[in-house]
């Protein structure tokens, strides 16, 4: 079983470089993170392209940042949901999830890395909020539609077993309409009635002493052995119409379970029928949920990474100001690892968080309670806060 991938998408300004050159503050960047892991240890950094967005006043910046954070949110969650209904529906087998996981016919690593803003579907041209409201528009409309699928399927595949469970369990449940020989049966009757109870076995004895005598007006001798499987055996007992229910009623009293039934002509094929026809509506939804899972997941990957390159955005003209001059790269890494690169970064750029982040006597990067509330990278998801933009997610 592969190792879970930890991703950090880290925004910095440029002037971390003498030079204040984009791409020497990537390999500066890309520096401080090889230092601490390697590519052995499961480590790359990447460029994160991010276009030249529409940016909006001060206000509405604020307020897109607390939406967007809100829009990661749920994003993750469709992704969350659709990965494990996949898991679901292919019963747990790993291999057969992961192949249908894929981003634009990429797996998941790769789109990641040559990740590229979708001109043609977002224009750089269109405000934040516009490109944040076709972004929420298209993750609600996944969510909704794979939903729609997934309890379709659900529900199908529960009616199929609970057909099939009628024709496989035990004499106290199951269909009896392939098990009972209507000559047992008195039918059209104004005064006699058969009725059906499936008997724990321990208790035959007891019933075949006793059954004539639990009510009033029992045909003596009317007792019929039908079937029995390893826990019941079925009888029929005929009755008169009058005392049936207070029959019924005694058996219940004494662990005797009656059975409704009536015997329908053609009943034994219509049944199977009835359960061929849901294994074949099953098994056809089932493939329209997996189609529909793998796309939706793909796409749903897509807006997130799409809505956190926003939130990325956002924040860093919030927190370094314009003229924007920043560096945004992805670093994979795992879980343990991902503390490693935190602390590495803390350690190279506290000083971009002005009093807010200071060092010990020992030089160890410690926060500063007492400058208050300066705000948190990650807004919902992350409550800890960083000197520069930082954002961490996982795609399983």
């Not at 002037?15 to 590519?39: H, K, M, Y």
């Not at 950094?45 to 910046?61: F, S």
């Not at 309409?177 to 499936?198: G, M, R, W």
């Amino acid at each position: 079983m592969s190792t879970l991938s930890k991703y950090l998408l880290v925004s910095l300004p440029t002037s971390i470089t003498p030079s204040n050159d984009r791409d020497e503050a990537f390999e500066t960047l890309r520096g401080v993170v090889s230092s601490t892991i390697s590519t052995a240890d499961q480590g790359s950094i990447y460029p994160w392209a991010i276009p030249e967005l529409k940016i909006g006043t001060l206000d509405a910046l604020v307020q897109q940042a607390d939406d967007l954070a809100k829009l990661d949110t749920a994003c993750e969650g469709v992704v969350n949901k659709i990965g494990d209904a996949l898991r679901n529906i292919l019963e747990g087998d790993q291999e057969k999830v992961g192949q249908q996981k894929a981003v634009n016919d990429k797996p998941v690593e790769q789109y990641l890395r040559s990740f590229s803003w979708n001109k043609v579907k977002y224009r750089a041209d269109r405000s934040l909020a516009e490109l944040a409201d076709m972004l929420q528009k298209e993750i609600v409309g996944i969510d909704n539609d794979f939903k729609n699928k997934y309890n379709q399927y659900n529900q199908v595949k529960t009616a199929l077993t609970t057909l099939q469970r009628k024709q496989t369990g035990n004499l106290s449940t199951r269909s009896l309409t392939s098990i009972v020989d209507p000559s047992v049966l008195v039918q059209d009757s104004e005064y006699l009635q058969t009725h059906l109870i499936a008997v724990p076995n321990q208790l035959n004895k007891d019933f075949l002493k006793t059954y004539e005598t639990v009510s009033p007006m029992i045909v003596p001798r009317s007792s019929v052995r039908i079937t029995s499987d390893e826990e019941f055996t079925l009888f029929a007992v005929t009755t008169f119409k009058k005392h049936g229910q207070d029959f019924i009623h005694k058996c219940r009293e004494r662990r005797w379970t009656p059975r409704e039934y009536e015997y329908v002509e053609g009943g034994k094929e219509e049944e199977q029928k009835e359960v061929d026809r849901v294994g074949r509506d099953e098994r056809k939804i089932w493939g329209e949920v997996l189609r529909l899972g793998r796309t939706g997941w793909g796409e749903s990957v897509m807006i997130w990474m799409h809505v956190l390159t926003l939130r990325v955005f956002v924040e860093t003209v919030l927190r370094y100001g314009l003229p924007l001059r920043y560096v945004c790269a992805v670093v994979k890494t795992t879980p343990k690892l991902a503390k490693k690169v935190k602390q590495s970064l803390d350690t190279h750029y506290s000083y971009l968080g002005g009093q807010a982040l200071g060092r010990d006597k020992k030089g160890r990067v410690v926060k500063d309670d007492s400058t208050g509330d300066l705000g948190t990278t990650g807004g919902e998801n992350n409550a800890e806060y960083t000197p520069y933009v930082y954002y961490e997610f996982s795609i399983e």
